[in-house]
T-cell receptor, first 115, second 115 residues
Framework: LAKTTQPISMDSYEGQEVNITCSHN???????ITWYQQFPSQGPRFIIQ???TKVTNEVASLFIPADRKSSTLSLPRVSLSDTAVYYCLVGEGNLANTNAGKSTFGDGTTLTVKP | DSGVTQTPKHLITATGQRVTLRCSPR?????VYWYQQSLDQGLQFLIQYYNGEERAKGNILERFSAQQFPDLHSELNLSSLELGDSALYFC??????????????FGPGTRLTVL
């Protein structure tokens, strides 16, 4: 199972772009990269998922280099409400595979947005 | 609202007791995952069920067990409770098709306090 490494914490200011990088050197061919956001005492919330290159949705962008050994979550123009823990998750996307579901959440990155 | 429901929201019990946590997945989702999150800690994967069958096991104690019923709801049973079992327990669901990108949708959690 691919182990992920993220910075423990990051600080930013309102209106700035924030980039959080996750390292996953042992990512497997079938693994997808998924990012979640968690507020205190709430369940994690899906932000974005990708396999390679770049994925963009209304909330964030995900950049994945060709070797897929890392990924970067980009949050444009953050606000105070983006203060949360962000988890990078790497795991098997095919539920038919017995490794599916063993994706392990790392320690996450605590993002603090200041006014 | 993720579409995943968990009951009860809060549970206070004593050491040595047994409790059952319940989870109803999103409509159509076949997989259910259980996670434990202790205070200020990351998410620990406990177990996954897919369409009624155990699919993956994480760091689940022998005192804990789970099952998924024919209607796809799931229960997590915790017995011989210890103070250290106090935590937030999250349920997540995914997989409306067997081959999918395995995005997990989390419920609001059950906060268990063992006194």
């Amino acid at each position: 199972l691919a182990k992920t490494t993220q910075p423990i914490s990051m600080d930013s200011y309102e209106g700035q772009e924030v980039n959080i990088t996750c390292s996953h050197n042992n990512i497997a061919t079938n693994d997808y990269i998924t990012w979640y956001q968690q507020f205190p005492s709430q369940g994690p919330r899906f932000i974005i998922q990708g396999y390679k290159t770049k994925v963009t949705n209304e909330v964030a962008s995900l950049f994945i280099p060709a070797d897929r050994k890392s990924s970067t979550l980009s949050l444009p123009r953050v606000s105070l409400s983006d203060t949360a823990v962000y988890y990078c998750l790497v795991g098997e996307g095919n539920l038919a595979n017995t490794n599916a579901g063993k994706s392990t959440f790392g320690d996450g990155t605590t993002l603090t947005v200041k006014p | 609202d993720s579409g995943v429901t968990q009951t009860p929201k809060h549970l206070i019990t004593a050491t040595g007791q047994r409790v059952t946590l319940r989870c109803s997945p999103r409509s159509g989702d076949l997989s259910v995952y259980w996670y434990q999150q202790s205070l200020d800690q990351g998410l620990q994967f406990l177990i996954q069920y897919y369409n009624g069958e155990e699919r993956a096991k994480g760091n689940i104690l022998e005192r804990f067990s789970a099952q998924q019923f024919p209607d796809l709801h799931s229960e997590l049973n915790l017995s011989s409770l210890e103070l250290g079992d106090s935590a937030l327990y999250f349920c997540a669901s995914s997989g409306q098709r067997e081959v999918s990108t395995d995005t997990q949708y989390f419920g609001p959690g059950t906060r268990l306090t063992v006194l």
